[in-house]
Antibody, heavy 121, light 107 residues
Framework: QVQLQVSGPGLVKPSQTLSLTCTVS??????????WSWIRQTPGKGLEWIGY???????DYNPSLKSRVTMSVDTSKNQFSLKLTSVTAADTAVFYC?????????????WGQGTTVTVSS | EIVLTQSPGSLSLSPGERATLSCRAS???????LAWYQQKPGQAPRLLIY???FRATGIPDRFRGSGSGPDFTLTISRVEPEDFAVYYC?????????FGQGTKVEI
């Protein structure tokens, strides 16, 4: 059974880059039916999809964040990562990684536990 | 971007009652690409329904999804104590994928 675990700093300074990694266990990140996603949640804006990356590296980003987002995948470590540049307090959120499963028409059927990232000096 | 509007914002029920949650899209959404999630405090969302009406693995049959086009519904036939949570609809028909603002089902 696939499980996801998010890791990364819980505190990032304004204008710096937020970096998170999601480790996939119980399955291969190279599965062709999976799209590895990032979602964030804030009290004000609710759940916001950030984007996804496939094992081959193809991506789709939310246009609202596209200029600041980079996702990457490391198949050797069974991990995928998120970088969000030039962060501000508005980027403070709980960040989740999730698997979008093409066998369930890209619904997100496995989620990591979430990690709170605070942007503050 | 497709905007999903959920109603009501909150729903007060007693165990055993029926819950009906609505999700309306700002434009027509292929029902294959509509999902419902349940989120409890301090937890990640959990997939309940995908393809508008297919229950995810392990989801009890008291949860039923229905609808098409712009209007979708999640029904909980008889609410159990563990069902008190926030429910979100989500579309993945077109990018950017979007979520509704949530319906809180509370006692």
């Amino acid at each position: 059974q696939v499980q996801l675990q998010v890791s990364g700093p819980g505190l990032v300074k304004p204008s710096q880059t937020l970096s998170l990694t999601c480790t996939v266990s119980g399955g291969s990140i190279s599965s062709g039916d999976s799209y590895w996603s990032w979602i964030r949640q804030t009290p004000g804006k609710g759940l916001e999809w950030i984007g996804y990356i496939s094992y081959s590296g193809s991506t789709d980003y939310n246009p609202s964040l596209k200029s600041r987002v980079t996702m990457s995948v490391d198949t050797s470590k069974n991990q995928f990562s998120l970088k969000l540049t030039s962060v501000t307090a508005a980027d403070t959120a709980v960040f989740y990684c999730a698997r979008a499963n093409s066998r369930k028409w890209l619904s997100m059927d496995v989620w990591g536990q979430g990690t709170t990232v605070t942007v503050s000096s | 971007e497709i905007v999903l509007t959920q109603s009501p914002g909150s729903l007060s029920l007693s165990p055993g009652e029926r819950a009906t949650l609505s999700c309306r899209a700002s434009q027509s959404v292929n029902s294959a690409y509509l999902a419902w999630y349940q989120q409890k405090p301090g937890q990640a969302p959990r997939l309940l329904i995908y393809g508008a009406s297919f229950r995810a693995t392990g989801i009890p049959d008291r949860f039923r999804g229905s609808g098409s086009g712009p209007d979708f519904t999640l029904t909980i036939s008889r609410v159990e104590p563990e069902d008190f949570a926030v429910y979100y609809c989500q579309q993945y028909a077109s990018s950017p994928w979007t979520f509704g603002q949530g319906t809180k089902v509370e006692i």
